[in-house]
């Protein structure tokens, strides 16, 4: 029981994470720049003083931010994505891992592709390339601490040595 509930705990990560993806892409061009604009105004206010940061400061960052937040997002999926196959794919690290990164990829292609229904958005290929290595990222991140989880939990189950 306690094994299907984090299976569709980890599933639902991946279903949350897509869908605010989703909602991201289905901006139109206008609200997408008005989004990133204010999270831009809100991270630089916390850097700099408020009257510094004028409409030429916040366009500036705003290609920079919107790159590193499609990064960021794609790097939470590609987590999620290898939980997910990770829990489902037992054992398996050879068929879930790669699924994990094709899940990502693939969904990074039908994300640019879906752009294309935004008014004044289209599809990048930069930006496959760009989400692909964040989802990247995010998988071996997820290795990483599954193999210092399994590191702690073996450190933990060896006896000490008597003497």
């Avoid at 279903?15 to 604009?37: P, R, Y």
């Avoid at 699924?99 to 289209?122: C, K, M, P, T």
């Amino acid at each position: 029981m306690r094994n299907k509930i984090i299976l569709v705990i980890s599933w639902l990560c991946v279903a949350i994470t897509m869908v605010m993806i989703f909602s991201f892409s289905a901006q139109n061009a206008e609200k997408s720049s008005e989004t990133s604009s204010t999270v831009i105004e809100n991270v630089l206010g916390v850097v700099m003083p408020k009257e510094e940061i004028t409409p030429e400061v916040v366009k500036k960052y705003q290609f920079p931010f919107r790159k590193v937040a499609h990064f960021g997002i794609y790097m939470l999926l590609g987590f999620c994505l290898a939980n997910a196959f990770d829990n489902t794919i037992k054992k398996k690290w050879y068929i879930s891992y790669p699924s994990a990164l094709l899940a990502g990829v693939l969904y990074a292609i039908s994300d640019e592709w879906h752009q294309n229904f935004s008014d004044g958005r289209g599809p990048s290929a930069i930006d496959v390339l760009i989400d692909s290595s964040g989802a990247l990222l995010g998988i071996l991140i997820f290795i990483g601490f599954v193999y210092l989880y399994n590191y702690i939990k073996a450190r933990k189950t060896q006896k000490p040595i008597s003497r």
